[in-house]
């Protein structure tokens, strides 16, 4: 494994690997989605697949919406959305023009989910994964001034109540689309 800096251009050389693998970066400003997209074209050999997965989430918990919510609204507040309102973040409509654009060609694109709904099998992990993710992000939602740390600290309180109750429910859904780097 190694670490690089996904804004700047990546240590690999020309036509290195079969396939590039994005899941889950959304927070990446439009003009780095095409930066980054250019990058992964250089090192993807002609006739390898540059494959993205990005997500959204729908639940029954109010407070976990209302996080949500605060997160869009701070990602488009700090440029990184492709929503102009803020209500939704915007990337998985985005993520075929993004490869086409980069010019890539056989653009394809896959939707799945996955159910963290109580009583399923990933609902203790992906609750996890979801307040641990939150709890971070509270810096970057008071520091775009969505919200407050007592509002915060209130909601992700209300989120683990909620997340542990009988008859909650959630998906996350996950969009994949790729596309081939011509030949």
């Not at 697949?49 to 918990?61: C, H, N």
């Not at 520091?143 to 600290?153: H, L, N, R």
């Amino acid at each position: 494994f190694g670490v690089m800096d996904i804004t700047a251009p990546l240590d690999f050389s020309d036509n290195s690997f079969d396939m590039v693998n994005e899941r889950l970066i959304a927070f990446l400003s439009p003009a780095q989605w095409s930066t980054l997209l250019q990058e992964c074209k250089r090192i993807v050999r002609p006739g390898g697949i540059i494959r993205l997965t990005e997500s959204d989430v729908v639940s029954t918990s109010t407070a976990t919406d209302a996080l949500f919510s605060l997160f869009y609204r701070a990602m488009a507040r700090a440029g990184q959305s492709f929503s102009a309102s803020g209500r939704v973040l915007g990337i998985t409509s985005r993520l075929g023009y993004l490869l086409r654009n980069a010019g890539c060609v056989n653009v394809q694109h896959k939707a799945s989910a996955m159910d963290f709904s109580a009583g399923s099998e990933g609902h203790e992990t992906l609750c996890e994964v979801v307040y641990v993710m939150f709890s971070l992000m509270k810096p970057f939602l008071i520091g775009t001034g969505v919200s407050t740390a007592e509002e915060v600290d209130r909601l992700l309180e209300q989120m683990q109540i909620e997340m542990h109750t009988d008859d909650f429910s959630a998906v996350m859904f996950l969009l994949t689309a790729w596309g081939e780097k011509p030949q």
